[in-house]
């Protein structure tokens, strides 16, 4: 069974400039996270998927920032326009289930590292 | 605010040393508790979890760690490390009925032969 996986895997784009992140989960996973870590930080959460509807997006740092989920499958992450502070690692993550009492396991990427020069 | 603290940036360990790995987290009801290691070029991957029950949970590559709940601890431990245990380790929480990862900075683990 594949995992989840992540495209591209390294970015480089000048500031003002767009940038598109994808993630496709494993199969059947209706839970889809994304986060991110900029130098020297911890990983933080940016917003939580269930199917194709935002079920969480607190930790989404600003309006530059757009993430959809058409389908309820893969995901992309926009950023527009790209500002320095965005650099960082940007990780994607899927579990399976609707959550509630249980905590479902969940499994990540392998990042894609985004340069803002 | 709720957070998970790893003291330690970097640790450098010789081949066949004991290892210990802190963390803790703040204090407050008892989440669930992960370890996370990523080596390069590798996504984040779970060597352990506690959930409830014993305090002292065994996880995948010969890893271990311990709850204590009276020092908000989740310790990490191998009793002898490899060279390719070299990565950076993660100690991280969700707290109940709340689905995100609050993850610790990261401890970067060097091997030295």
């Known amino acids: 069974e594949a995992g989840v996986t992540q495209f591209p895997s390294h970015s480089v784009i000048e500031k003002g400039q767009t940038v598109t992140l994808r993630c496709d989960p494993i199969?059947?996973?209706?839970?889809l996270y994304w986060y991110r870590r900029v130098m020297g930080k911890e990983i933080k959460f940016l917003l939580h998927f269930v199917k194709e509807s935002k079920q969480d997006e607190s930790g989404m740092p600003n309006n530059r920032f757009l993430a959809e989920r058409t389908g309820g499958t893969y995901s992309t992450l926009k950023v527009q326009p790209a500002e320095l502070e965005d650099s960082g690692v940007y990780f994607c993550?899927?579990?399976?289930?609707?959550?509630?009492?249980?905590?479902?396991?969940?499994?990540f990427g392998p990042g894609t590292r985004l340069t803002v020069l | 605010a709720q957070s998970v603290t790893q003291p330690d940036i970097h640790i450098t360990v010789s081949e066949g040393a004991s290892l210990e790995l802190r963390c803790n987290y703040s204090y407050g009801a008892t989440p669930y508790l992960f370890w996370y290691v990523q080596s390069p070029g590798q996504g984040l991957q779970l060597l352990l979890k506690?959930?409830?029950?014993?305090?002292l949970v065994q996880g995948i590559k010969g890893f271990e760690a311990e709850f204590k709940r009276s020092q908000s601890s989740f310790n990490l431990r191998k009793p002898s490390v490899h060279w390719s245990d070299a990565a950076e380790y993660f100690c991280a929480v969700v707290w109940y009925r709340d689905d995100k990862i609050i993850f610790g900075k990261g401890t970067r683990l060097h091997i030295l032969p």
């Open positions: 506690y959930f409830s029950g014993d305090t």
């Open positions: 199969s059947g996973h209706d839970n």
């Open positions: 993550a899927s579990s399976q289930g609707s959550g509630g009492a249980t905590y479902n396991e969940q499994f």
